[in-house]
């Protein structure tokens, strides 16, 4: 059975750091590509960054509002996905999700459609 566990959430204040973890179980990790997305109340999910395989190298996408304050990497002996958030800013609040993509699905990593598995969410709440 397919879990996708997210961990690190929590109440923090601008300007702080929060890392978010990922721990898969299930399937094939090392194969899948991964991402973040994210949804804040009443908005929809928005991706936020991803990570996959291209051959032997790693390919990493992140979208404007977090490039160069949020980082993603991964530990495949581990099974786990994290997400380093720095400089973190009142409007990233939201639930944070992990997805992982099968690896025949070809193409960016942005579209949440095209992610087969999710996990629950973990809530980051960055106060002013």
């Known amino acids: 059975q397919v879990q996708l566990v997210e961990s690190g959430g929590g109440l923090v204040q601008a300007g702080d750091s929060l890392r978010l973890s990922c721990a898969a179980s299930g399937f094939t990790f090392g194969t899948y590509a991964m991402g973040w997305f994210r949804q804040a109340p009443g908005k929809e999910r928005e991706f936020v960054g991803g990570?996959?395989?291209?051959?032997?190298?790693?390919?990493?996408d992140y979208s404007d509002f977090v490039k160069g304050r949020f980082t993603i990497s991964r530990d495949n002996a581990k099974r786990t996905l994290y997400l380093q958030m720095d400089s973190l800013k009142p409007e990233d609040t939201a639930v944070y999700y992990c997805?992982?993509?099968?690896?025949?699905?070809?193409?960016?990593?942005?579209?949440?459609?095209?992610?087969?598995?999710w996990g629950q969410g973990t809530q980051v709440t960055v106060s002013s």
């Open positions: 990570i996959m395989w291209i051959g032997v190298s790693i390919r990493l």
């Open positions: 997805a992982a993509r099968a690896p025949q699905v070809v193409g960016g990593l942005r579209v949440p459609g095209e992610y087969g598995y």
